[in-house]
């Protein structure tokens, strides 16, 4: 096929030098060149218009002997539509001629041709327009009419080819149709205009229409043919972009075997996706609509492309297809023009042979004349032709003008051509006799590179109020209309409903507008289908994807702990705030739980239970001791020490209920101070106690005075100094960095754990240092006299407490570092709890024992029965 058109490109090169040739050689005369095409609309004036339409849809195929000159091209398909363009171009300039404000004193002529949507047709047409046939100017001399600029083509692939033949000779071509994107390229197509969006708009937007509906999963088809192709490409690229995912993607064949439709409408049954893009015209997708109809493949959802969405075809015959939705070009009501269509005269002058061949076609009726024949095949009728009969008696397309979209485009086009010539012309009234007057082209000698400027000058309003512009890139404003097809009334044909919009001058949010409440889909439902993968994921759940499948197939799984989605299909899980927790649902973050030891709950109250039971028997101890505070037993026990010692154990027990409850400024601080300062207390009374025993012993001794060094007096003042050290430690630390409360994030994720911070870990450790060398040293002297005297003894009740003491504190280090959270706090109360029960019964539960049960023990006889022994 590429190999054909390049043939026929050469072909028509070659002829247009012959006919460059003969120009010279038949100057004189002035002989009139028989043109390329017969099939020509043609109207003089002073600047012609060439106009390039697809008045017939398929040509035939011709055999090139490249020994004699082509025969006439021979088409099919008569388009009703393309006819009315044409139709509407011709009134374009008649209007245009009769308007005194625009291009004054200037009449524009026109040719028109009949390209049948042929490459190699389109480029002969193309090649005629710029060697127009000899004439006599005003002065006498051979000369070609102006064409400077040609409007045209409606497909892109007939554009592509005619833009870049026509760049060799410098003429700007004008399209109302031609829609793809590759025509922006001012490498290629420097000369190249268009009042159609490109394809980049129609791309962007068929994405944001997909996205809008959340659509994940569709299939796309495209034309065999530029147009096609490219807008599939970058309608997929968009989709890639969005997060969309395509199920397949498929070229519709331009002349398609019944095979490859079947083909199609397997991959298209096959698809799980229930909404299908196609970017093609009505005559590439009427074979595929046909044949999903005859195998009865229903229920898809179509999105339709600019070039079919108003397709008066697909609307009357396939009612089917209601629901579809796609971007149309904007369109408009111009006045005058359904008027004109009407008054069509077959035989009026200028002759017409496509208007012939409408009139022979719609009435069924033939003329019997020897015309020429337009490039559709003759067929004889059997009625003859008045040319009376009444257009406006029909409907058909050709007279229908409630969508005008395509035909105001051609508007567009004409009118900015008349407005570039109207500037230059300004250009040359302006300039009176300057040097500008002498730079500015005569429009009635009018070269067509000499246009080119001044077409890309072009702004105007129009008389419907849209600006026509053109930028960088020859394309104006991507604008389009949303079309639904809505079904009409019993045997009517489907209606064409206006839902919303698309502009790309607006703002990125303001440009898809779509109204809801107007939308319908298949068969008549308001519920808008479904094209998914994979359902969507709720709130609470993330996308997976599944392995080697596109990302819109994914499997939908929780979120962790401290994570949560709060919208559907979410890719991944958000991690809540530090403070923060997910909830059950995991959908949104709530309050962490805040955790420390409190009196309310049961743990925190058995021990606050254990520790007051704890007071409670110290303080019973100490009135045992008071009221018996004159028997032998208390004295010989020392009770100034012993009531000083149950006075610090007292505090020991107390000392444990600053550990309950939530941590504060002023708690962290007490609870450590007074769990130093009472067990220093405590053990200082301890030592002062052993001392005193062995002291004692060693009194018995001949000539041994140690004993008046630990009176009373001197005990009082070990046992200030003792504790005074602690507390000059205790005194540091709180000055220098005290206990403070702190939120622990970092030992349980889904709560916060209050506990109290050390502060400086040294003095603590000085602290709990201190306070083992107290009972290390306390537990060595009551070790060394546990063997004396039992009835006077109670060192051995000393060595006992203290292995206690200090067991306890022993195995309480590995737990307070093992144990989690509040359970720190625990263990940190359990060891000063253990401790102190140690001391209290080890040291005074025996005397209780013998002041209650046994009082015939209490006596100085039995407390003396005893000697020293050595």
Same mark, same amino acid.
């Given at each position: ?16 030098? =012959? ?12 002989? @009139? ?69 625009? =291009? ?144 397949? @993607? ?43 109809? !005859? ?26 297809? %209601? ?66 009969? !009444? ?52 429009? =009635? ?55 919303? @919009? ?43 994807? !599944? ?12 979120? /962790? ?149 630990? !009176? ?105 570092? %093992? ?11 359990? /060891? ?39």
């Amino acid at each position: 096929m590429q190999l054909l058109q390049v043939t026929t490109l050469l072909l028509m090169l070659l002829l247009l030098i =012959l006919l460059c040739l003969s120009h010279g050689a038949s100057e004189m005369d002035c002989e @009139r060149w028989q043109d390329l095409d017969s099939a020509v609309v043609h109207k003089e004036g002073h600047v012609i218009l060439a106009g390039l339409l697809p008045i017939h849809s398929k040509g035939e195929e011709q055999e090139l002997s490249f020994v004699s000159s082509p025969g006439k091209r021979r088409c099919r398909g008569f388009n009703l539509r393309a006819f009315r363009w044409s139709q509407a171009m011709i009134y374009f300039i008649e209007e245009i001629n009769r308007n005194p404000n625009l =291009l004054p004193n200037i009449t524009l002529g026109y040719r028109l041709y009949d390209t049948c949507w042929l490459v190699a047709l389109s480029m002969r047409s193309a090649l005629s327009a710029v060697s127009q046939p000899l004439k006599r100017n005003s002065t006498g001399a051979c000369s070609s009419p102006s064409i400077p600029v040609i409007i045209g083509d409606s497909g892109s692939s007939l554009t592509i080819a005619i833009s870049r033949l026509l760049n060799l000779f410098r003429v700007p071509l004008v399209s109302y149709f031609a829609s793809c994107a590759c025509l922006s390229d001012r490498k290629n197509f420097p000369y190249f205009f268009r009042t159609v969006p490109s394809d980049n708009y129609q791309a962007s937007a068929l994405a944001r229409l997909i996205k809008h509906f959340g659509w994940t999963w569709v299939g796309a088809m495209g034309a065999d043919d530029a147009y096609g192709r490219t807008a599939l490409e970058m309608f997929s690229a968009e989709v890639t972009r969005l997060g969309m995912c395509l199920a397949f @993607r498929a070229i519709i064949p331009k002349v398609p075997t019944q095979q490859q439709l079947q083909e199609l409408v397997q991959i298209i049954r096959d698809s799980t996706a229930r909404v299908l893009v196609a970017v093609a015209t009505e005559e590439d997708m009427q074979p595929l609509i046909e044949e999903m109809i !005859r195998q009865n493949v229903t229920g898809r959802q179509w999105v339709a492309s600019e070039a079919w969405v108003t397709s008066t075809l697909f609307s009357t015959i396939y009612p089917s297809l %209601s629901g579809t939705i796609g971007f149309a070009i904007r369109r408009a009501d111009i006045p005058g023009l359904k008027t004109f269509l009407q008054n069509l005269q077959p035989l009026a002058e200028p002759y017409n042979p496509s208007a012939i061949e409408f009139w022979e076609t719609q009435f069924q009726c033939s003329f019997n004349k020897d015309l020429p024949l337009s490039m559709g095949d003759p067929v004889q009728f059997n009625r003859t032709c008045t040319g009376q009969e !009444r257009i406006e008696d029909t409907e058909t397309i050709y007279n229908d003008v409630s969508q005008l979209r395509v035909t105001y485009n051609l508007h567009k086009a004409v009118y900015a051509v008349a407005h570039a010539l109207h500037n230059l012309l300004m250009c040359q009234k302006e300039g009176g006799n300057s040097d500008k007057q002498q730079q500015c082209p005569d429009i =009635l000698n009018l070269q067509p590179w000499q246009v080119i400027q001044y077409l890309k000058e072009v702004n105007f309003t129009n008389m419907f109020g849209d600006t026509v512009n053109f930028d960088e890139y020859g394309d104006p404003a991507g604008s389009y209309d949303i079309i639904n097809w809505h079904k009409g009334e019993e045997g009517r044909p489907l209606e064409f409903a206006t839902v919303g @919009r698309f502009d790309s001058s607006l703002p990125t949010e303001q440009q898809l507008v779509i109204h809801q409440d107007k939308l319908m889909w298949h068969a008549g439902s308001k519920e808008v289908p479904v094209s998914m993968c994979s359902a969507s994921c709720l709130p609470g759940y993330r996308k997976a994807t !599944r392995k080697g499948e596109p990302v819109c197939c994914y499997d939908c799984v929780p979120c /962790a702990e401290g994570t949560i989605s709060n919208s559907i299909d979410q890719s991944e899980c958000t991690f809540c705030p530090e403070d923060l927790w997910s909830n059950p649902q995991r959908n949104s973050c709530v309050e962490k739980q805040i955790e420390f030891l409190s009196y309310t709950e049961g743990f925190g109250m058995a021990l606050a239970a254990t520790a007051i039971l704890g007071v409670v028997a110290t303080v019973t101890v100490a009135t045992i001791f008071l009221r018996h505070r004159d028997t032998p037993l208390v004295r010989a026990n020392n009770s100034e020490l012993s009531f000083l010692l149950l006075l610090s154990l007292t505090f020991c027990f107390l000392c444990a209920l600053t550990f309950l409850g939530q941590p504060s400024r002023w708690a962290c601080p007490l609870r450590r101070t007074a769990f130093g300062l009472t067990f220093a207390l405590c053990l200082s009374c301890l030592l002062s106690k052993t001392l005193v025993v062995l002291m004692a012993f060693r009194a018995t001794l001949p000539g041994d005075n140690t004993a008046r060094w630990f !009176r009373p007096p001197q005990q009082r003042m070990g046992v200030f100094l003792c504790s005074a050290l602690q507390c000059a430690i205790c005194v540091a630390w709180l000055t220098t960095a005290p206990p403070y409360p702190v939120k622990n994030n970092w030992l349980y994720r889904d709560r916060i754990i209050l506990e109290c911070h050390l502060g400086s870990v040294a003095l603590f450790c000085c602290v709990l240092g201190y306070i083992g060398c107290l009972a290390v040293f306390c537990f060595i002297l009551a070790f060394l006299a546990r063997k004396l005297p039992g009835n006077f003894n109670e060192a051995k009740f000393i060595t006992f407490s203290m292995l206690i003491f200090c067991a306890v504190w022993i195995a309480y280090i590995p737990a307070y570092v %093992s144990s989690p959270g509040k359970f720190t706090v625990a263990v940190e109360i359990f /060891a000063i709890l253990a401790s102190s029960f140690g001391v209290l019964l080890c040291i005074f539960a025996p005397k209780c024992y013998i002041i209650i049960f046994m009082p015939e023990k209490n006596t100085k006889k039995y407390l003396m029965s005893q000697k020293v022994s050595r």
